[in-house]
């Protein structure tokens, strides 16, 4: 929950920065979901504290994925699928709401790393200096929850194979991004931004990126089963 909250509060704040310019954003919707998300922070305790520091610096690292991405849309945007140069937030992706003309926004709103789920795959090009090492690398999706309050969003556990070694990670599912984000473990390591480029939900296209220097240092095709 903690998570949670603090991503949500990092989105949140991306949406009132860029309000001026989007004026097609939804004030009273976000409006309500600020008050919950006031609601949700009561509840935090100091293990926050760490939680929100590792999810601002996770923010940074898919904001800097995506300029290496060409896209008509802004670095938090979602690019409506039928109307040409159309953005929208998205924090507003598959919210049960149709913020695009077309309503791509609710559209294509499964989500391809459900619990049970599980992706396989080959590091390639391999630079990252934590687990440079492996090459093999599954991961098993064995928890999600989504809450009602913030739905553009699933929160995943995930057990991650890097050859011979596994270990827990907390991960998300971004409606808005179609990506699978895997953080990493405390301040340092290695974090994991997948894309889903098709809706079938079979494959993604990762790249690894160094908690420290927020470069990417691999890439891999993981394919499901
Ligand atoms: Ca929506």
């Known amino acids: ?72 849309c802004g670095p938090r945007e979602f690019e409506c699928t039928e109307s040409a140069n159309h953005c929208i937030h998205d924090i507003l992706v598959c919210d049960g ?18 619990a049970g789920a599980t992706f396989k795959g080959v590091i390639l090009n391999s630079q990252c200096q934590t687990e440079n090492v492996a090459k093999n690398m599954q991961i098993d999706i064995v928890g999600e929850k989504r809450y009602s309050d913030f739905p553009t969003i699933s929160v995943l556990e995930l057990l991650v194979t890097l050859d011979d070694h596994q270990d827990l990670y907390n991960g998300i599912y971004s409606y808005g991004r179609k990506a699978l984000v ?9 974090g994991m931004v997948c894309y889903f480029d098709t809706d079938d939900g079979k494959f993604c296209k990762a790249e690894f990126l160094s908690i420290v220097s927020k470069e990417v240092c691999g890439t891999a095709i993981l394919t499901s089963d």
């Open 182 to 190: 895997s953080f990493g473990k405390g301040g340092g390591g290695l």
């Open 1 to 72: 929950m903690a998570g949670l909250v603090a991503l949500a509060i990092i989105l949140l704040a991306a949406v009132q920065v860029e309000s001026h310019e989007r004026r097609d954003v939804n004030d009273m919707r976000l409006n309500d979901l600020q008050g919950k998300i006031e609601e949700l922070q009561q509840t935090l305790d100091e293990r926050a504290k760490t939680r929100d520091q590792r999810l601002r610096e996770f923010a940074e690292l898919t904001a800097r994925v995506h300029k290496l991405k060409e896209s008509h």
């Open 97 to 114: 709401a149709n913020d695009c003309p077309d309503g791509s926004d609710e559209k294509n709103c499964g989500n391809p790393a459900h």
